[in-house]
Antibody
Framework: QVKLLQSGAALVKPGASVKMSCKAS????????VSWVKQSHGKSLEWIGE????????NFNEKFKGKATLTVDKSTSTAYMELSRLTSEDSAIYYC????????????WGQGVMVTVSS | DIQMTQSPSSMSASLGDRVTITCQAS??????LIWFQQKPGKSPRPMIY???NLANGVPSRFSGSRSGSDYSLTISSLESEDMADYHC?????????FGAGTKLELK
């Protein structure tokens, strides 16, 4: 069965960076775009960007350019997102999700990573 | 960016009620809209895709519709397990954008 398993919660200091992972299983990792979504204040959702593991091609929300870096490791079927120059505004839950072109929606989601930025 | 104006931001309803949540798109998005359900501490779950299609495993009491730039999610007869947050998402144009969410509570 398809699973997206994300890394654990992170507590990071302002100005630092954090890198989180999303390990895919149960499907051909290179065939599906992986998106990252931010959830702030327990409610509102924002699309950060996406990566196509087969080629490494990416698309970003302009708001997150320079903030987020997306990479993949095809050998371990893992997608990564690194957030840099963290501020309190980056404290949120971050999800990875798979876009299914067969179905036409984000069909599988990781469990989320809570990032807390605090000194 | 396309703005998705979702209403109401919260609502309370009784078991068995018919409930409707709406998202208004600031530009034409065709039918490129998904509705998600999210329960506390859980990831979003797709409920409706392409505005009117039921996602896998979703009960038939859920439905989606469109009237012009207004997209609606309707629950025909509310059940206790439907208490959750609901989000719309347009994916017609980059970047995909979400509505602000609706919190559905039991009256």
């Amino acid at each position: 069965q398809v699973k997206l398993l994300q890394s654990g919660a992170a507590l990071v200091k302002p100005g630092a960076s954090v890198k989180m992972s999303c390990k895919a299983s149960g499907y051909t990792f290179t065939d599906y775009w992986v998106s990252w979504v931010k959830q702030s204040h327990g409610k509102s959702l924002e699309w950060i960007g996406e990566i196509y593991p087969n080629s490494g091609a990416t698309n970003f929300n302009e708001k997150f350019k320079g903030k987020a870096t997306l990479t993949v490791d095809k050998s371990t079927s893992t997608a990564y997102m690194e957030l840099s120059r963290l501020t309190s505004e980056d404290s949120a839950i971050y999800y990875c999700t798979r876009w299914s072109w067969e179905l036409g929606y984000f069909d599988y989601w990781g469990q989320g990573v809570m990032v807390t930025v605090s000194s | 960016d396309i703005q998705m104006t979702q209403s109401p931001s919260s609502m309370s309803a009784s078991l068995g009620d018919r409930v409707t949540i709406t998202c208004q798109a600031s530009q034409d998005i065709g039918n490129n809209l998904i509705w998600f359900q999210q329960k506390p501490g859980k990831s979003p779950r797709p409920m409706i895709y392409y505005a009117t299609n039921l996602a896998n495993g979703v009960p038939s009491r859920f439905s989606g519709s469109r009237s012009g730039s207004d997209y609606s999610l309707t629950i025909s007869s509310l059940e206790s397990e439907d208490m959750a947050d609901y989000h719309c998402l347009q994916y017609k144009q980059y970047p995909p954008t979400f509505g602000a969410g609706t919190k559905l509570e039991l009256k």
